[in-house]
């Protein structure tokens, strides 16, 4: 009973309020006109700009000078009181006037501006003029002369004035955050009842909060009201305002400095929609706050795919922001590469919602060598390199390893073969053909049940090894120290056998002997920058200019593709792969050929198991060839400049064992593989 009283007394004291109205909200200075127009004015006001008028409101009467009061509301400023002006002159009376001229003088400060509006085309029709300015900044409680001339003055003048009457106090009330309760209550004193709401206050307006949390509560005079919130947010307000239309407004926003207000809750109020792709090698990510958020993004990423996990931040990887929409290219999109946002003193990592991933790798044993399995539904390069464990970080070694699926590509499976120096060597992969990516650690299992193939493997290399010193001891050129000259080497894409043996025998160049072993499997993201064909004659141009040697490996494939490039050559037409190697190869070696040189710098070998004389083309017969391992001595000699002494600077035995373990290795018949695994 006693409520419903309070209830019924505050009614019947709403309806005795005076309905003051302050006048309409003004966010930007601006000039509606009924004809297009532009406007200038002094440095006191900014440049207003012209647009069509709104159809609110009846024209006036030509002529006609009216002046009205409203609230101008600027961005990041208080408002304040401004008065708007309204005209209306005849057009036949007008004559050649181009524009207009408002004066203003405000009493008391003596504050003059000008204000001018031009029409753009000369009047066709004899409609009145009618324009509007919103507004003149005034202080309230002074009177301001407003006066209109023409351009250029045709003796029209008309002037008013203006009285802005000062504005009522706002509302008063005060106010208590009680965190435990996730509320804020306020407190109105005795006097008028108030409007009391929370609200978000954005750049020129608080808008109200979601549902269920919106509530716009009349409190009377000497009551307190408890008003719940969602989210504890830098904007989060409070707003009071007398019940009738229009009536000045108290607003307090006691949480922009709070450090509570700038925790996990302001992330939780933010909604992330992810808009990242893989095809673009973009990440994406739109922002949805509550609150005018333009936090700092950069990349981090995580070890595992954890939210409790560490994110590892990335250097210079800010990303790009308009209207809370941000981007970052030639990024490897991957789970466990986020966005790290920040603002102010407290930040949120968002990684992308998709699971899958455009490529994904395995690793497996084979003897002394680790093969990576790639996967990729996009073309791309990828490169690898050993690393090994130390305090917890796995340190990568020289060399890189690079393999490439080029552009236009069909989707398929890559593979990548890597020598394996040391048991429980990992190996870290990643794509280089992008500016940020995950590097995947990988370490493969070496279990006892490849023990045993580990151990023929190690023998098998310990004996090419002590071959290649043994014979690099046993002869010595005098043309300059071992490995001085470079050896670029090619083969064909034949068999997992034939490539495991040329990775092989490469490593033991390299290693053993000391040569500089160019081989495209071991480049350093070379062929995804500049490109297969390129980074072929590049070598072969490097490897001519230090007096090095092209060692092409034969093999039974090779010979299928030579006839292959052959037929295509004869028919004149042009390689169909911009990314074959072999073909280009033959093309640069059959250009050699017919020249004075006659293919001076190249030598070819090939495996006995894999093949035979009969298998080496006639017109490559004239090259030196040599058979492995049986005539890897004079393989040697070749590669070091010079041909070797006539006697064998090796036992013969030795290279008869390493055949023998060979052939007790039990390998499968060759098997194809993809045109991606080599050269």
């Not at 297969?532 to 590049?538: E, M, S």
Request: proline residues 9%.
């Amino acid at each position: 009973m006693g409520r419903s009283v309070l209830l019924a007394a505050a009614a019947l004291l709403l309806l005795l309020l005076p309905l003051t109205g302050t006048g309409a909200v003004v966010t930007r200075l601006r000039v509606s006109s009924n004809f297009k127009c532009w406007a200038t004015a002094d440095s006191t006001l900014s440049r207003p700009r012209c647009r069509r008028p709104s159809r609110s409101g009846p024209p006036l009467n030509a002529p006609a000078l009216e002046l009205g009061r409203a609230r101008l509301c600027l961005h990041s400023q208080r408002c304040q009181p401004c008065l708007r002006v309204r005209l209306a002159l005849p057009a036949a009376e007008l004559g050649d006037v181009r524009g207009l001229q408002l004066n203003f003088l405000e009493l008391g400060s003596n504050r003059a501006s000008w204000l001018q509006v031009w029409r753009r085309h000369r009047a066709a029709g004899s409609s009145p003029w009618q324009v509007q300015f919103d507004c003149f900044p005034v202080e309230s409680g002074r009177q301001v002369l407003v006066s209109l001339h023409t351009i250029p003055d045709r003796g029209w003048t008309l002037s008013r004035s203006h009285l802005v009457t000062a504005e009522p106090p706002g509302p008063i009330f005060t106010h208590t955050w009680v965190p435990e309760e996730r509320t804020i209550e306020v407190w109105v004193p005795d006097g008028p009842a108030l409007m009391v709401r929370l609200c978000h206050q954005l750049a020129l307006e608080c808008e109200e909060l979601p549902r269920p949390f919106h509530q716009q509560v009349l409190v009377l005079g000497g009551h307190r009201i408890s008003l719940p919130y969602e989210f504890l947010v830098p904007c989060l307000c409070i707003e009071a305002s007398y019940p009738h239309h229009d009536s000045t407004r108290s607003k307090r926003c006691p949480f922009r400095n709070q450090l509570a207000a700038y925790g996990p809750e302001l992330w939780s109020s933010v909604h992330f929609h992810d808009y990242s792709t893989s095809s673009k090698d973009q990440m994406a990510m739109v922002l949805s706050a509550s609150c005018p958020l333009h936090p700092r993004a950069t990349l981090c990423w995580r070890e595992v795919a954890a939210e409790a996990a560490p994110c590892h931040d990335i250097p210079n990887s800010t990303a790009s922001e308009e209207d809370q929409a941000y981007t970052l290219d030639k990024v490897d999109v991957h789970p466990q590469l986020c966005f790290r946002f920040s603002y102010g003193n407290s930040s949120h990592v968002e990684c992308p919602h998709r699971p899958e991933t455009a490529w994904n790798v395995s690793v497996s044993v084979r003897g002394l060598q680790l093969r990576l399995h790639l996967i990729s539904s996009i073309p791309a390069a990828f490169s690898a390199t050993l690393c090994q464990r130390r305090g917890g970080q796995c340190e990568p070694e020289p060399p890189l390893y690079t393999v490439t699926q080029p552009e236009g590509s069909a989707p398929g499976e890559l593979a990548l073969l890597l020598p394996m120096q040391v048991l429980g060597s990992c190996v870290l992969v990643w794509r280089s053909d992008v500016r940020f990516a995950r590097k995947q650690l990988l370490c493969p299992d070496v279990s006892r049940r490849h023990f045993g193939l580990l151990g023929l493997a190690l023998v098998l290399g310990l004996l090419l090894t002590l071959l290649l010193l043994n014979c690099r001891g046993a002869w010595r050129p005098d043309d300059g120290p071992a490995g001085a000259r470079p050896v670029l080497l090619l083969y064909s894409p034949d068999s997992e056998e034939h490539l495991g043996l040329v990775c092989a025998l490469a490593e033991r160049l390299r290693a053993g002997l000391g040569c500089d072993v160019r081989l495209d499997l071991w480049e350093a993201g070379g062929l995804g920058q500049a490109g297969t064909l390129p980074w072929l004659y590049a070598q072969r141009g490097t490897v001519g200019r230090q007096r090095g040697t092209v060692l092409l490996l034969w093999s039974r494939g090779s010979a299928r593709l030579f006839r292959r490039w052959r037929g295509g050559a004869a028919g004149g037409d042009p390689p169909g792969d911009a990314h074959d190697i072999f073909g280009a190869a033959m093309s640069c070696l059959h250009g050699e050929l017919g020249a004075a040189g006659r293919g001076r710098g190249w030598v070819l070998a090939y495996f006995s198991r894999l093949c035979s004389p009969r298998d080496v083309p006639r017109p490559l017969r004239p090259l030196p060839t040599y058979r492995l391992p049986r005539q890897l001595p004079g393989l040697m000699g070749a590669l070091k400049g010079s041909p070797p002494a006539p006697r064998r600077c090796c036992p013969g035995g030795v290279g008869g064992l390493l055949h023998r373990l060979g052939a007790r290795e039990g390998s499968p018949p060759p098997r194809h593989i993809g045109a991606a695994t080599g050269t």
